[in-house]
């Protein structure tokens, strides 16, 4: 059992003003009509003031000819930047890019003191500012280090805001470019280039603060070659789910059955068909069920960064999270078999039992960056996040369509429970393959690798 301290921060509703100052006066905007704030996972008063300064979308991507920050002088002010990335980017990296820890670690670097986004039209489209508002009493949640501070937070940024359109809107007041040409440009894929606001703006919060602890779990199989056993394959699933909801209907239990019952149930039963082998696999295994991923992958970093075996020693992860097991499957896919020779592995093992390994038929969604094995991909280790694929034995059956039907219906809900149309066949396929993998990473020659030249292996492992 994996202690893991957390502080959970809540922002007090009735303390947030936010006000903006300019060539005609302040204007007060309201909350959270006109904007978004968060609570402060350091300190209890939040106070944020200063100058404007806009900063495109706040990227630096030298592998991309990126550079937002370049010729601009922050320091000191707050940074303005559009949400999201450039069109061009690829999914995979530009989620890496595009992430708010990304921005926020290079706003702190270069000297801003706080942090504004905007939504644009293609934010709007995915994510809409109103559907924002259902969150506004959710904690922020950090994994604190041994000295009690809390990880993922930069210390100079002293608040972080998200206008809406109408807001935004006033940011931009007698600007160089107004908010609608910044728009027009990105509908062509133009970055927009930073410039000097003539706006001041000041915010203030309170914010309380709970400790709380709650545990990875970690178990280890230990490997039969006297060299190799001092390495190690993870699998990871995480344990926990979202809690109550908020609703009028009897039923506000978050029961998280495929999210992720499933995904840790196949971890317990893959260790169980470990365990009874005969002769063990020649690299050992650790099974790993992670705590708060639903916060933001916490567990999985906290793991990653203090891991119970030497770091250099992992050579791969397998993550299981959501397998919607409603429907027998023909197919898996691997989220992140393309960066690494894992890929190879992955197939191999999945044709031992008569399935193909798909390509991922949804790269626009960037899944890759987006569970907990991305915790360990940033600390250089190979990675693959493995679920059922959308080929179906039945052919009356579209996997796509069952996927989709449990995101509309189920995901995130009380009714993600039992009363699912469950196909216990399809769980003990995909268990099956989960153990192969598995077993031939650890028995394979090589450890895993990353591609010459793979964007993440060259971002990560070095």
């Known amino acids: 059992m994996q202690k893991v301290n957390f502080v959970q921060s809540y922002i007090d509703q009735s303390s947030i003003k936010l006000s903006i100052r300019?060539?005609?006066g302040d204007v007060t905007l309201s909350y959270p009509k006109h904007f978004l704030t968060y609570p402060d996972a350091i300190t209890e008063t939040t106070k944020m003031a200063g100058k404007l300064v806009f900063v495109g979308y706040g990227i630096v991507a030298p592998e991309l000819q990126h550079n937002d920050y370049q010729d601009m002088d922050v320091k000191g002010k707050i940074v303005v930047t559009l949400s999201g990335k450039p069109k061009s980017f690829s999914s995979e990296e530009g989620a890496h890019f595009g992430s708010s820890r990304e921005k926020l670690r290079h706003a702190s670097d270069n000297g801003a003191v706080g942090f504004i986004s905007i939504s644009t039209p293609r934010a709007e489209k995915v994510r809409p500012?109103?559907?924002?508002?259902?969150f506004l009493h959710t904690p922020v949640v950090r994994w604190t280090n041994k000295d009690g501070h809390p990880s993922g937070v930069y210390p100079q940024i002293k608040g972080s805001v998200y206008l809406s359109k109408e807001a935004s809107e006033l940011v931009f007041t007698d600007a160089e470019q107004n908010l609608e040409q910044i728009y027009a440009m990105l509908e062509n894929d133009q970055s927009p280039k930073g410039f000097n606001l003539l706006m001041e703006i000041q915010l203030e919060s309170k914010s309380t603060h709970n400790s709380i602890t709650s545990p990875n779990v970690a178990a280890i199989l230990e490997g039969s070659d006297p060299s190799l056993k001092n390495e190690y394959v993870v699998y990871s699933a995480h344990s926990d789910h979202i809690g109550f909801a908020k609703t009028v209907k009897?039923?506000?239990?978050?029961?998280?059955a495929m999210d992720n019952a499933t995904g840790t149930s196949v971890l317990m039963e893959t260790a169980r068909l470990f365990s009874q082998l005969d002769e063990r696999p020649k690299r050992s295994i650790v099974f790993l069920a992670v705590t708060g991923e639903e916060k933001g992958l916490l567990g999985s970093d906290y793991y990653a960064q203090n891991p119970t075996v030497p770091l250099g020693s992992i050579v791969a992860n397998v993550n299981l999270d959501m397998p919607i097991l409603t429907y027998?499957?023909?197919?898996?896919?691997?989220?992140?078999?393309?960066?690494?020779d894992m890929k190879t592995s992955v197939a191999k093992a999945a044709k031992k039992i008569g399935l193909e390994l798909s390509p991922d038929p949804m790269p626009d969604q960037a899944l890759f960056t987006r569970s907990d094995h991305y915790s360990f991909v940033k600390q250089g280790i190979p990675a693959v996040f493995l679920v059922p694929g959308f080929k179906s034995v039945d052919p009356k059956i579209d996997g796509s369509e069952q996927f989709n039907h449990f995101l509309k219906t189920n995901y995130h809900k009380p009714s993600d429970d039992f009363n699912q149309a469950f196909n216990w066949k399809a769980a003990t396929k995909f268990t099956e393959v989960n153990y192969h993998i598995g077993l031939t990473l650890a028995n394979q020659v090589q450890r895993p690798n990353w591609n010459d030249g793979d964007f993440f292996g060259e971002t990560f492992s070095k």
């Open 22 to 24: 300019g060539s005609k």
């Open 129 to 134: 500012y109103q559907n924002l508002l259902n």
């Open 250 to 256: 009897k039923d506000k239990i978050n029961n998280g």
């Open 328 to 340: 027998e499957f023909a197919d898996v896919i691997a989220f992140g078999a393309d960066h690494s």
